[in-house]
C-alpha cells in the first residue's frame, strides 16, 4: 500500500503571497488532518476533512484553508503569507483514527 | 482544552541499553487514545505505539512499551536493546476521541541520541 505523500517537498515565497500545498493519502483513507510544525515544537493541528467535509478546525485564522477532493486527496491553501507561517506541514490520514494517523513527510515552507 | 507536557528536551543512551521517555497530559476525559510518534531527520512521523485509556493492560510493540498510569495521567515510552536507528524526534500525542475532529493535540518533543 502506499503512503501518504506531500508536494513539493521545499517552497520559498515571498510575504503577502498565496501557497497551496497538496497532499495524496494513503490508499481506502477518507480522514485527513493538517498539522503545522514550527522549528523544534510539535505540531499544531490545522484542521480535518472526512469526505470533503471540514469537520474540525484547529486556533488557525481563515486564511488557512483547505480542500479534500473525491479521491480522498487534498489541499492545503494560506492567502497573504506572514513570516510566521515558515514552518513544517504535515499532511496525515487515517481510515479509523483511532488506530493513529499515517503521516507524510512534509512540505517546508520558507516565507522570505 | 488537553495538554501534553514532555519535560526532557534531550536524552542519550547507549547502543543496546534501555531508555525511558516521559511524558505527562491533562484532561477531564475518560475515554481518549495516546500515542508515541518518531520523527527521525527525514521528517515523517512514524506511529510507535498506541494506548486506549479504557485499557488497562500496557500497549507492547517489539522493543517498544509504555507505562501508562491513567491516575497520574503519564505515559512513558520504553525503550529497550536501544539501536543506532531509534536517534530521533520523539513525540507524545494525546486524541480526545475518534471520529470528528479527532485531532492529535502533541508535546513539545524530545531529542534522542543512541550512542554506538
Known amino acids: 500500500e502506499t503512503g501518504v505523500t506531500q508536494s513539493p517537498t521545499h517552497l520559498i515565497k515571498t510575504r503577502g503571497q498565496q501557497v497551496t500545498l497538496r497532499c495524496s493519502s494513503q490508499s481506502g483513507h477518507n480522514t485527513v488532518s493538517w498539522y503545522q510544525q514550527a522549528l523544534g515544537q510539535g505540531p499544531q493541528f490545522i484542521f480535518q476533512y472526512y469526505r470533503e467535509e471540514e469537520n474540525g478546525r484547529g486556533n488557525f485564522p481563515p486564511r488557512f484553508s483547505g480542500l479534500q477532493f473525491p479521491n480522498y486527496s487534498s489541499e492545503l491553501n494560506v492567502n497573504a503569507l506572514e513570516l510566521d507561517d515558515s514552518a513544517l506541514y504535515l499532511c496525515?490520514?487515517?481510515?479509523?483514527?483511532?488506530?493513529?494517523?499515517?503521516f507524510g513527510s512534509g512540505t517546508r515552507l520558507t516565507v522570505v | 482544552a488537553q495538554t501534553v507536557t514532555q519535560s526532557q528536551p534531550e536524552m542519550s543512551v547507549q547502543e543496546a541499553e534501555t531508555v525511558t521517555l516521559s511524558c505527562t497530559y491533562d484532561t477531564s476525559e475518560n475515554n481518549y487514545y495516546l500515542f508515541w510518534y518518531k520523527q527521525p531527520p527525514s521528517r515523517q512521523m512514524i506511529l510507535v505505539i498506541r494506548q486506549e485509556a479504557y485499557k488497562q493492560q500496557n500497549a507492547t510493540e517489539n522493543r517498544f512499551s509504555v507505562n501508562f498510569q491513567k491516575a497520574a495521567k503519564s505515559f512513558s515510552l520504553k525503550i529497550s536493546d536501544s539501536q543506532l536507528g531509534d536517534t530521533a524526534m520523539y513525540f507524545c500525542a494525546f486524541m480526545k476521541h475518534a471520529g470528528a475532529n479527532s485531532k492529535l493535540t502533541f508535546g513539545k518533543g524530545i531529542t534522542l541520541s543512541v550512542r554506538p
Open positions: 496525515a490520514s487515517s481510515l479509523v483514527s483511532g488506530n493513529g494517523y499515517t
